[in-house]
C-alpha cells in the first residue's frame, strides 16, 4: 500500500494489535492518509482472529499545493479534492476491519469509551495537538492506554518531545521503532483529573531554553542514528525564537554548526528553516500589524529556489497593506492563478480590488468565497468584514440586507453570519427578525461576543 510509514512502523503496528491489544477498548487511528497504518492495525487482528475494528479519523481533503501527499502518491487531485474513495479501495480487503470516519480533528470529541490504542499521526500543529488531547485524552486509561507518536522524532512536530517529555509523572515512555520516528508513551494518570494534561500548549509554554534541556536530554537518551532527528527540531525551535538579538544569534550558529558535524548537508539545513514555520510567523506579525516585518518573513521564504504558495500570499497581502500596490498585485494574482480554488486567495484579490477602489469586483469574489466557507469561521468573519467594505452610497443598509438574505441558505448555520444578518435587520428597522437571529447565533455559540454585543446594546434602546 501506499504509504508514509518505515516498514518498521508498520511492522510495530502489526505487532501491537495481534501481541498487545486485549480488546478492553478501542484502537483508533487518527490521520491514517490512504490507511496503511489502519491496514497494519488490521492486519495484527486479522492474524490472530480477534474482534475489535480499528477506527479511522481523517478530513480526508487533499493537501493544497505543495502538496506533500502529492509528493508521496501523484494522484493528482485537486487541493481540498475528498480521497476517501482512495482510502477505501486501497484498503481493500482489510475493509471489514476498518471503520472510516471523515472528521475534522480540530473540532471533534470521542463518545466511544475507553481507548486501549490511540495512534496519532495527525498532530500537525500546536493547536491540532490540543484538540486532540480535548477530544480523546480523558478517554486514556492509566498504566493500559497506548498513544503511539508517529511524529514523535519528526522535526517538524516539535512540540511532541517538548510536552510529553516535560511531565515525566504523567508519561511513560513504552516502545519506540529503531529507525522511523514513533515513539509510545503510556498515561500514569488520568489526563483529566488532578495534576492532568493543559490543553492550551503552545510555542509560548517552551521558552527556547527549557526546550533545549528537554531536547538536549532526549539526545542523551536516544540511539545514536536518532540524535540528530531531535537537533533538527531544537534547530527549528531556535528559528522560530529567532529574536535578531546578538545572543540568539550565537546560539543558532552553533547550533548550525552542530548540525554539520552530525552530517546535515547546507541544502537540509535551509529546508528546517522552511515556509511552514517562516509564513506563520509572518502572518504572526501581520496580525500585530508589523507589516515590514511580515514581507521579511516572506521574501525569506523566497529567497531560496522554491516560490512556495503561502509565502507568495503573505508577501503580497504584507505589500497591500504598505501600500506597495504593483507588487501586492502581482503577488496575488500569482496566488489566484497557482490555485483558482483556493478559497482564501479571493479574499485576497476581493482585498486588492478594494485597495483600487473596483468595489463591484470585490464584491464578487467574496461573495463567491462566502458561499462555499461551510464552518470555517475565521474565514466568514472575514469576508464578511470585506463585504460591508464594498457597499458604498445612501442605501448601504438595504443593499446589506439583500446581499446577506441571499448567503442564508449557504450560511445560515454561522453564528458570525447570523450576527451581521442581525445586525442588518435591525438597521432597516426589522427589529423581531433581527432578534430572531440573534437568538439563533447564540444557539448555535452560547456566548458568541458579537452576538450578545448586539443584544445587550439593544436592550439598552
Ligand atoms: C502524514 S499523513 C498520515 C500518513 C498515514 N498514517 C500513513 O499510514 O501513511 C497525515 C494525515 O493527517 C490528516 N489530517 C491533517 N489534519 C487533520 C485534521 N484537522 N483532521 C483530521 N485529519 C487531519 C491528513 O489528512 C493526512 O491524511
Redesign the pocket.
Given at each position: 500500500m501506499r504509504?508514509?510509514?518505515s516498514d518498521e512502523e508498520k511492522q510495530y503496528l502489526i505487532w501491537l494489535t495481534a501481541e498487545r491489544y486485549e480488546g478492553w477498548g478501542a484502537v483508533i487511528?487518527?490521520?491514517?492518509?490512504?490507511?496503511?497504518?489502519s491496514a497494519a492495525l488490521a492486519e495484527g487482528l486479522r492474524r490472530t482472529g480477534k474482534t475489535g475494528k480499528v477506527q479511522s479519523?481523517?478530513?480526508?481533503?487533499w493537501?493544497w499545493e505543495p502538496s506533500?501527499?502529492e509528493a508521496v502518491a501523484h494522484e493528482q487531485l485537486k487541493g481540498g479534492a475528498d480521497f476517501l474513495p482512495t482510502f477505501m479501495q486501497e484498503i481493500g480487503d482489510y475493509a471489514p476491519w476498518i471503520e472510516a470516519h471523515k472528521?475534522?480533528?480540530?473540532s471533534y470529541t470521542w463518545e466511544g469509551g475507553p481507548i486501549e490504542i490511540l495512534f496519532v499521526?495527525?498532530a500537525?500543529s500546536w493547536e491540532?495537538t490540543n484538540a486532540i488531547f480535548k477530544g480523546f485524552g480523558k478517554h486514556l486509561v492509566p498504566g493500559r492506554s497506548r498513544v503511539v507518536l508517529?511524529d514523535f522524532r519528526y522535526h517538524e512536530t516539535h512540540w511532541l518531545p517538548l510536552i510529553f517529555d516535560s511531565r515525566p509523572d504523567l508519561w511513560k515512555e513504552i516502545e519506540s521503532v529503531a529507525f522511523g520516528t514513533t515513539v509510545t508513551f503510556m498515561p500514569l494518570k488520568a489526563l483529566d483529573g488532578p495534576a492532568g494534561i493543559h490543553y492550551d500548549y503552545s510555542e509560548a509554554a517552551f521558552r527556547l531554553e527549557a526546550a533545549e534541556l528537554l531536547l538536549r536530554s532526549r539526545i542523551a537518551r536516544e540511539a545514536p542514528q536518532n540524535r540528530s532527528l531531535f537537533l533538527r527540531a531544537l534547530y527549528r525551535k531556535a528559528v522560530i525564537e529567532g529574536s535578531p538579538d546578538t545572543a540568539h544569534a550565537g546560539t543558532l550558529q552553533a547550533l548550525r554548526e552542530e548540525l554539520r558535524v552530525a552530517g546535515i548537508t547546507k541544502e537540509e539545513l535551509e529546508s528546517l528553516e522552511s515556509w511552514t514555520i517562516l509564513v506563520p510567523l509572518g502572518w504572526e506579525a501581520y496580525t500585530r500589524h508589523d507589516y515590514e516585518g511580515a514581507k521579511r518573513f516572506a521574501e525569506r521564504c523566497l529567497s531560496g529556489s522554491q516560490r512556495p504558495v503561502y509565502a507568495v500570499a503573505l508577501l503580497g497581502m504584507a505589500l497591500l497593506r504598505l501600500g506597495e500596490l504593483p507588487g501586492a498585485k502581482s503577488c496575488i494574482e500569482a496566488v489566484a492563478s497557482r490555485m483558482p480554488d483556493y478559497l482564501p486567495s479571493k479574499l485576497y484579490r476581493a482585498e486588492l480590488a478594494l485597495a483600487e477602489r473596483r468595489y463591484a469586483d470585490a464584491r464578487a469574489d467574496v461573495l463567491e468565497a462566502l458561499k462555499a466557507f461551510h464552518d470555517d469561521e475565521p474565514h466568514i468573519e472575514y469576508g464578511l468584514g470585506l463585504l460591508e467594505q464594498t457597499l458604498h452610497g445612501a442605501d448601504r443598509g438595504h443593499q446589506a440586507l439583500t446581499m446577506l438574505t441571499s448567503l442564508r441558505a449557504c450560511l445560515g448555520g454561522s453564528p458570525a453570519f447570523l450576527t451581521s444578518l442581525a445586525r442588518a435587520q435591525h438597521e432597516s428597522g426589522k427589529r423581531s427578525l433581527a432578534l430572531q437571529s440573534v437568538a439563533e447565533a447564540l444557539e448555535k455559540a452560547p456566548g458568541h461576543q458579537g452576538a450578545m454585543q448586539l443584544r445587550e446594546e439593544w436592550a439598552n434602546g
Open positions: 504509504s508514509m510509514l487511528d487518527l490521520g491514517p492518509w490512504f490507511g496503511s497504518s479519523f481523517d478530513l480526508f481533503e493537501e506533500y501527499m472528521q475534522d480533528l480540530l499521526d495527525a500537525k491540532l508517529q
